[in-house]
């Protein structure tokens, strides 16, 4: 007995010994929280925006806090976001997306040569090879909404806007860079989008590793079933895919990974490439929808357009210029785009804010960047930021208005729904025409209503903060049916 309580008073010495850490005066102001370890990881992980915003309120824009077991300085000031984002010498973006690749996707690549894979999926996803993009894309998601609504049914349709938007985008997505064409012996797409779904419902607690034992279970299964939908996937250069994807196998061959750590890795290319645009057309179309007027503009900007050019096709492949459209979907993805930016300290690093401050960064902590909180929902930057104003980022003349301020400074980044810097989203060009395509058919193609006139937007599931796009808790009740022409 003696000894017991001598034991697990040596154990508790111990592991004070190696978790206290003090604050030292030239460090950012350290809140560990109360519990040990886990420090405020719980909360953190409950409501990340709501705990940052308190944090802030106490310490400032920048801090230091205690997650499991780790420390991460949360950096909250726009002005000062180019430093961190410029130095890749003392801050590393790959180890942490490697612990994230591994908890996610169980993925390990021997040889990881993300430089090079950037690379590579810049060469297929910008340039020329991006005019296949477009136009793949396109056929697929008329021949999707058509399937959805045959030209004879006069029938309303009832669904929730969020699972009609990602299904239909997701499905198109999937057939244009993973599948090949449909019924052509390519995976279900239905099937992948199905498997997919629950997955992404599992994804956030995958990452912080708070599954339940139940939920471990089904994850495991899951992650299996696409594994083996995803296998054929790129692996011939004829087999139907996208060419984009025959390059990635080859690429991951040079990085060792056998067939097993190929699938996953494929999944994990799933989720970069179907995870956010799905959810930001549901965002865009239900602020649309609930609010008449940003409605009113859009359509009748697409109005224009397809009346002066000679046929609809030159809206969905060639370059168009949709200034109240793109400043809709720029307000959506402010209120909706919540990725954090994170890197690893790897050596130690005098980091200089804006303002003139100076902080030391700790070798082994991380340093966290959270853009939803600020600049995107900043009430020193945005007036009314939780409100959806559609000509937000319209001037009066009707160009693209770029002016935004925080402490009468001008700022570079006033909102950063793709991230920042040479980590950046490479797909940004195709998410942005692919939203347009989808938006543009609906509208023209179906009568789009709420079920109910008055229904608001569904609230944000705040455990998917710092995860790419938020999605909705529950849904929205739309109904749709083929637009009468005439
Ligand atoms: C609304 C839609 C989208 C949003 C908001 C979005 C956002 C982002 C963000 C914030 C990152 C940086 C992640 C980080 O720093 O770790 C990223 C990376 C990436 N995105 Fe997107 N994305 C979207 C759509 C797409 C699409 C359609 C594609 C491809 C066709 C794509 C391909 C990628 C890839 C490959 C990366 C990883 C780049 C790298 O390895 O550094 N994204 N995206
Ligand atoms: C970061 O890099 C960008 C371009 O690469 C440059 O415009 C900017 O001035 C740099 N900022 C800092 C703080 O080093
Ligand atoms: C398109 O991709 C291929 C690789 O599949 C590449 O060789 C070619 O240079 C790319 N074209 C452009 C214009 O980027
Ligand atoms: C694809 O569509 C986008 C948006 O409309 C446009 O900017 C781009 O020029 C198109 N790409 C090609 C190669 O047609
Ligand atoms: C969600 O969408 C898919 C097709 O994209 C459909 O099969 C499924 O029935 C929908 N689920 C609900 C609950 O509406
Ligand atoms: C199915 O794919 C093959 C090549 O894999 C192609 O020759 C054929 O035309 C396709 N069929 C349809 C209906 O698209
Ligand atoms: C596609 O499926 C048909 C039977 O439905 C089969 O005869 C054919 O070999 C398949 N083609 C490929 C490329 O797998």
């Given at each position: 007995m003696i000894w017991t309580i001598f034991l697990l008073c040596q154990a508790a010495l111990l592991y004070f010994i190696l978790t206290h850490r003090t604050r030292s005066k030239s460090e950012p102001p350290l809140d560990k929280g109360v519990i040990p370890w886990l420090g405020h990881a719980l909360e953190f992980g409950k409501d990340a925006s709501k705990f940052l915003n308190?944090?802030?309120?106490?310490?400032?824009?920048?801090?230091?806090v205690r997650v499991a077991g780790r420390y991460v300085t949360i950096l909250l000031d726009p002005h000062s976001y180019d430093s961190i984002i410029n130095d890749s010498e003392s801050l590393d973006f790959t180890r942490y997306a490697q612990v994230l690749m591994?908890?996610?996707?169980?993925?390990?690549?021997?040889?990881?040569?993300?430089?090079?894979?950037?690379?590579?999926?810049?060469?297929?996803?910008?340039?020329?090879?991006?005019?296949?993009?477009?136009?793949?894309?396109s056929r697929h998601l008329q021949a999707l909404l058509k399937a959805e609504?045959?030209?004879?049914q006069k029938d309303w349709k009832e669904e929730g806007l969020f699972n009609f938007s990602y299904g239909t985008l997701f499905k198109a997505g999937y057939l244009t860079l993973f599948g090949?064409?449909?019924?052509?012996?390519?995976?279900?797409?239905?099937?992948?989008?199905k498997e997919y779904r629950v997955f992404d419902g599992l994804l956030t607690k995958m990452a912080r590793g708070t599954l339940k034992p139940e939920e471990k279970r089904t994850a495991q299964t899951v992650r299996q079933r696409l594994w083996e939908l995803l296998a054929q996937a790129g692996l011939t250069e004829d087999s139907g895919s996208n060419p984009?994807?025959?390059?990635?196998?080859?690429?991951?061959?040079?990085?060792?990974?056998?067939?097993?750590?190929q699938k996953r890795a494929i999944l994990m290319q799933l989720w970069a490439t179907q995870g956010n645009v799905g959810p930001a057309a549901f965002w865009l179309l239900g602020f649309l929808l609930t609010n008449p007027e940003a409605l009113t503009a859009v359509r009748r900007e697409f109005n224009t357009i397809s009346h002066t050019e000679t046929s609809e096709a030159c809206l969905l492949d060639g370059p168009v210029n949709t200034p109240v459209f793109d400043s809709a979907l720029e307000e959506t993805l402010r209120l909706t785009a919540a990725s954090f930016i994170t890197r690893e300290v790897v050596q130690e690093k005098t980091f200089h804010m804006a303002n003139g401050q100076e902080y030391l960064l700790r070798r082994g902590d991380r340093v966290c960047l959270f853009p939803f909180n600020s600049p995107q929902m900043d009430h020193e930057i945005y007036h009314e930021p939780q409100k959806y104003k559609y000509d937000r980022f319209l001037n009066e003349d009707g160009s693209v208005m770029r002016d935004f301020y925080k402490g009468g400074k001008r700022l570079k980044y006033y909102t950063m729904p793709w991230g920042?810097?040479?980590?950046?989203c490479v797909g940004k060009q195709f998410a942005i025409n692919t939203i347009r395509q989808f938006v543009y058919m609906v509208l023209t193609n179906f009568d789009l209503e709420l079920c109910d006139p008055n229904a608001q937007m569904p609230d944000v599931n705040p455990g998917r903060y710092g995860f790419g796009m938020l999605q909705p808790e529950g849904?929205?009740?739309?109904?749709?049916?083929?637009?009468n022409t005439h």
């Open positions: 308190r944090m802030k309120l106490k310490h400032g824009d920048i801090f230091t591994e908890r996610i996707f169980n993925l390990r690549l021997p040889y990881h040569q993300p430089a090079k894979e950037k690379a590579m999926m810049k060469q297929h996803f910008l340039g020329g090879n991006f005019t296949a993009l477009n136009s793949t894309m609504m045959p030209g004879n090949g064409e449909q019924n052509n012996n390519s995976t279900d797409p239905l099937k992948v989008y984009w994807l025959h390059a990635y196998r080859r690429l991951l061959q040079e990085e060792g990974a056998d067939e097993e750590m920042a810097g040479a980590n950046g849904d929205l009740l739309v109904r749709y049916k083929t637009r």
